[in-house]
């Protein structure tokens, strides 16, 4: 079995025999419910090329199932298995309604041009509708590793291609581009979700004094591995919003630092323009990428692949608090010898699941056909402006135009979709936070966001009864 699956399954266990739940029950949520492997040719530069890829779904207790698809080489079954294991357990923390699936296709989207990248992503989208594998009610696929809006608005068309008539055909995928029947705010919300755990795990004042630091995560020395999606807008939040200090970041490439704060939206800039992280202005390289995993910081933000702290390393971690941005940056093994030096994780299930949050926002609006906001905000800004001129002719104090606009704002859709995310991942917090500080026996957060969602999901099981 892989680490990581492996890794997913012993955390499951440790939680498990905490839940007093049935063993039959909890081997019906552990097992992985379908696997569908696929091979299927593409002609690239002018010879057939047989692509290996994968869909799995976890459980079927609520439906559709989700979960992103992934390109990557090293993607094989047991990872998409691990992967769709923790959407399961992660859609039923944030409390969105849907069973937990992964796509994994094994490729490295870096050999291939954007022509052969299409012409992959929609083979397999076909692949998936032949075998009833993807649609608005069965299971909706969004972007993970190595792909993004792009992948998902080719996925897009070729389901609504193949399915004529299909009103809810743009539900069939989440996270696509915004003129394409997505949401404003997909892009960032796994970051953005990151930062809100971040943010409300150092608001506690006895769990940060326990480790040394002060409250809030003003000020925090914060370390990032992986500049892509998640680890990008993790990072420029954290620094912009939140007023934390971003000193190092690594890329494939490379690992830089700089103990006065990298600028992170400029890094990004740089990036697309230089096609790597070395040579940032102000900052220094260190000899190996994985420099970052055991740098001197408050807090360590793996934002990049699975596996990446383990046996041999995790001894050297010197960061007091690690948030895992990525899914399974800790393997079981490492985590022990973390948890024994006293470091404090925020477990991936929890941590990321800011994408899937959005994602549910972005399912509705398609179901719904209407964006959020377009009914309701012309009649909140007529209420508050009725209130703000009831205030003026009462008080007789003048109130500018410019504070009109400022006090009557109604909200667009991208300030429900941050509020409906912020929202989720505050009470999602404190959720897993009374479960952890409440037992004894639960002694990281980790099982105590375990525990929340086997409550959730063997609720659903014992409340549907099981087809005899
Ligand atoms: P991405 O492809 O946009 O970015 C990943 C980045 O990590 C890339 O820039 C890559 O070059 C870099 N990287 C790879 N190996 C590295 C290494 N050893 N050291 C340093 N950098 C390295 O992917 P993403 O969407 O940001 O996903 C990252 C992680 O977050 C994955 O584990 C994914 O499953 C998880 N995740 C993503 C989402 C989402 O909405 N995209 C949601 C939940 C979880």
Not at 230 to 238: D, E, H, Q
Request: glycine share 8%; aromatic share 6%; proline share 4%.
């Amino acid at each position: 079995m892989s680490n990581f699956l492996e890794s997913v399954n012993r955390n499951f266990d440790r939680a498990a025999k905490l839940s007093g739940l049935p063993e039959g029950l909890l081997n019906q949520i552990k097992t992985c419910n379908s696997v569908y492997r696929m091979s299927f040719p593409v002609k690239i530069n002018g010879d057939i090329e047989i692509i290996e890829a994968y869909r799995v779904q976890h459980s079927q207790h609520r439906n559709p199932t989700k979960g992103g698809i992934r390109f990557s080489q090293k993607v094989d079954q047991e990872e998409v298995m691990a992967l769709a294991t923790l959407m399961t357990y992660k859609c039923a923390i944030v409390d969105v309604p849907f069973g937990g699936a992964k796509g994994g296709v094994a490729i490295s989207p870096r050999e291939y041009t954007p022509e052969q990248l299409e012409a992959i992503t929609r083979r397999y989208t076909v692949e998936l509708i032949r075998k009833n594998f993807i649609g608005p009610g069965i299971d909706v696929p969004a972007p993970d590793y190595g792909t993004g809006a792009r992948e998902m608005s080719w996925i897009m068309d070729t389901f609504s291609q193949m399915k004529v008539g299909e009103i809810n055909a743009m539900g069939c995928v989440t996270g696509k581009p915004v003129t394409q029947g997505g949401i404003r705010g997909r892009e960032e919300a796994t970051g953005r979700g990151v930062y809100y755990a971040t943010r409300e795990m150092c608001s506690k004042e006895e769990d940060m004094k326990a480790l040394g630091l002060t409250p809030g995560i003003k000020g925090k020395r914060i370390a990032v591995q992986g500049l892509g999606n998640v680890g990008s807008f993790a990072a420029s939040i954290c620094q912009e919003e939140g007023g934390a200090k971003i000193i190092c970041i690594a890329e494939y490439e490379g690992c830089i630092v700089n103990e006065d704060g990298i600028d992170v939206k400029a890094l990004v800039e740089y990036k697309k323009q230089n096609k790597t992280i070395l040579g940032f202005p102000g900052t220094t390289t260190t000899p190996s990428r994985k420099d970052v995993l055991t740098l001197d910081c408050d807090i360590l933000i793996p934002a990049a692949l699975e596996s990446q702290i383990r046996i041999d390393n995790a001894d050297q971690v010197k960061a007091k608090i690690i948030v895992e941005a990525a899914n399974g940056p800790i393997t079981a093994d490492a985590e022990e010898i973390l948890i024994k030096k006293g470091v404090l994780i925020i477990p991936d299930m929890y941590a990321n699941a800011g994408g899937v949050t959005v994602s549910y926002f972005e399912w509705l609006k398609n179901l719904s056909h209407v964006r959020f906001g377009r009914l309701q905000k012309r009649n909140e800004q007529a209420a508050l402006m009725r209130l703000v001129n009831l205030v003026e002719s009462t008080t007789g104090q003048p109130i500018s135009e410019a504070q009109k606009n400022f006090l009557t704002k109604g909200a667009d859709e991208i300030d429900l979709v941050r509020s409906g995310l912020e929202e989720t991942m505050i009470s999602s917090f404190n959720q897993i936070y009374d479960i952890w500080k409440s037992d004894d026996n639960v002694t990281d957060m980790r099982t105590a966001a375990f525990l929340n969602a086997l409550k959730k999901v063997s609720s659903d099981y014992l409340a549907m009864g099981i087809f005899p």
